[in-house]
């Protein structure tokens, strides 16, 4: 059963769900779980600014790409903003935090009130945008701050903390920067009487200020854009009254192929990365600020409930829902719970195979929804019972593949090779290099070491083909 909030009305619809044997129960409507028609996992507008006490929040985030750089940064820029940069951290700060440290005149520094977030309401539009404010300025924070001793944890002050696990709680999203912060829901309309479109698009965080992060942004956009063409397909197929009949298995043939197409085209979209995201910036002045919290500098949340944990893993496409649901349409096993053929490799099982289950902990509530009622019928349990749709079926699967094929190629240009790279002089060049040590086991967002963890997926991916015999 779904139980949501409606943007703009807090009423509750209800889904009973689909059986996973035959049509469903009733009709299967992306829109109930928060899927536009057009753009897919993008809402159909974009989320508009906080108003009231709460814009102190978000003149704060404007304010934060022109004085805050990363903590790594030791170049003039930097060094000539670091005291705009220590008043914007100071107003977040209650005085308890930081008993150490100096306050910088306070008499300028307005330090924040702890606002009510009970005060935003119940609106699901409205409390997103808090999520991506309130992330945003979390990673602003916490990525510039000057270096901290090792192993020392980094308090997220109480003005933040407080109201972020509140709305955290409320959407049911962890208290982190997430894809959908930076992807989904990072832009406003250039023109507000067109309808939403990559070219109508602006987006309005970019922490590091680049164009290659605001490329990245927009090839993400793209590729979900795409995407949602595969929503509409897999829609049609949960809907689908009875699988046995030839105009049914007409229909999915159809849209196998058609899904081959959709699946090619985001293959080209992701190589397009090469003509306008630089690896070496993207590797070392984008990446760092979508960091999570890690075992050497753990987050704390200042007035957090003691003992509570929270999943706190940066923010990365692999929590792109598109991609989550062709692989539970197709029923990619990364997990490797099932026995297919051929057999797991050893570096297969070292991977970490809950990667893509954790991943879903970090998309919107309704997005996890969708993706759990979609797992009920994937179209492999048809076309193992249907001879004449294997074909399309396996010409599917190989397109996504191929994705993964070049997404594994993409990543070594922009994560494995980089992590071999010299730094920027303004990061300290190679000195620094020396010093962080032996990087040469690149590892994604979550920790995990980057190229067993794509192989395994690609690997499990060539593993859903069906065999003729
Ligand atoms: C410059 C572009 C990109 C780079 C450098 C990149 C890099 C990575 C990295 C390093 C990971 C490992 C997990 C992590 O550390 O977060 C990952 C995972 C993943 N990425 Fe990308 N990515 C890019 C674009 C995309 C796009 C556009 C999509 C989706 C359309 C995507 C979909 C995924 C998925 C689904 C995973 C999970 C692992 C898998 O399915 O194989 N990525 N990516």
Redesign the pocket.
Known sequence: MVNRLLDGTAERTTYRGVRSDGPTSEPFSNRLFDVAPESGFIPAQPLAKLKDEFALWERALADAPRVLKLSEDKGEEARAKFMDGERWRQQLRTVSTFPKMQPLETHSITQWPVLDAARLGNKLCVLRRAHLVLTALQHFYIHSLPAQPTNAPIVIPKPLSIPLLYVSGKIDMPPILTFADIVLWNWELVNPDLPVSLDNMRFLTVFSGTETERN?YA??V???MR?AEMLRIFERFMNLPCLNERSAIAAVTRDLERLVTVIDE?ST??QG?REN?D?HT?YWAV?PWWNGSSSTAPWVFEGGPPNASYDL????????S???AL?LFLDVD?ALKQARQPPPSADNRRADTS??EK?RRYMPAEHRVYLAELAKRPVRDVVLRTPALCGPYNAAVDALKR??DG??R??T???ISQARSTPPAYMGGAEAFKQKGDLSV?????G?P?ST??K???DA?QRTTLRGD
């Open positions: 990245f090839l993400s793209a590729a979900e995407g985001m979209i992701l990365a995201i690896p993207f990446r893993g940066g923010a990365s496409a692999g929590q792109s598109v991609m989550h692989d990364h990667f893509m991943m994705f993964r997404h594994i993409i990543g240009l922009y994560i690149a590892v994604g967002t979550g995990n980057l963890l794509l395994a997926g690609r991916t």
